[in-house]
């Protein structure tokens, strides 16, 4: 049997952005015979604003803010809390007020999830337009990746990646998307483990998960660009 694992922003849905009609139209009835998993790096209360709650309740499980927390049918498994170095936060506050980004910062721009901080230098307060123009400039001037690389060279007690479009996703050293492969594989030790994300090499929030299920046999890692690549996958 194949037991599928799925990314949800940029995998299910576009970016923190509701799922379109058209593709739950064609993608649940395929969940609802088959057996499969979600694995966000988003927070559960944003997935579930995302997801329509019949998708949400077809799913076996549901791993959100990187794996850090696990609900199964609506009941909360397990949740990790993390406490923070002072010396990482202040790095991270000093990228902020540095920034060559010359359009207007948002608050909200260290939010801390169970397990995991979401950094980004623009803020996650603010509105879409400005989540697009950022990420059309970080395009150019790869403002994220050079932020993540500095932070992952000077503070190896953590993983510094890349998952959407405006902000950094921030674990202690084994608190990210790995997690998921192993408890995965205890509930389903002798299925086939097929992971769909769109950042799963090196630098991306997908790559520990997809590295992780690497290193156990009977294990695929699909790579997509979007939830079109899904369906383009899914045969739907
Ligand atoms: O799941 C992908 C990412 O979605 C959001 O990213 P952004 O706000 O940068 O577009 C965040 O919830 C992020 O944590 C998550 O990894």
Redesign the pocket.
């Known amino acids: 049997m194949n037991i599928y694992v799925f990314?949800?922003?940029?995998t299910l849905t576009p970016?923190?952005q509701p799922m379109q009609k058209d593709f739950s139209f064609r993608f649940l009835p395929w969940l609802k015979s088959n057996l499969a998993y979600i694995a966000?790096?988003?927070n559960y209360e944003?997935l579930t604003e995302q997801l329509p709650p019949d998708v949400v309740s077809s799913f076996s499980g549901i791993f959100s803010s990187m794996g850090n927390v696990y609900h199964k049918k609506g009941v909360e498994i397990y949740k990790n809390e993390i406490k923070l170095d002072k010396e990482m936060l202040k790095s991270l506050e000093r990228f902020r007020k540095t920034t060559t980004y010359d359009g207007k910062l948002y608050n909200n721009y260290m939010e801390l999830r169970p397990g995991m901080l979401?950094f980004?230098v623009l803020g996650?307060n603010c509105p879409f337009s400005e989540r697009e123009k950022y990420h059309e400039w970080d395009n150019i001037h790869h403002e994220r990746e050079k932020i993540a690389k500095y932070m992952n060279d000077n503070f190896k007690d953590y993983d510094f990646s890349l998952?959407?479009?405006?902000?950094i996703?921030i674990v202690p050293k084994g608190f990210g998307k790995e997690q998921i492969a192993h408890v995965i594989r205890q509930t389903h030790p002798n299925d086939k483990i097929i992971f769909i994300g769109d950042r799963v090499v090196e630098g991306g929030?997908d790559y520990t998960l997809a590295q992780a299920l690497h290193a156990m046999e009977n294990t695929e890692v699909v790579a997509v660009e979007n939830p079109e690549g899904v369906l383009e996958y899914l045969n739907l």
């Open positions: 990314d949800m922003d940029g970016a923190r966000a790096g988003s944003k979401n980004s996650r998952g959407g479009k405006i902000s996703d929030n």
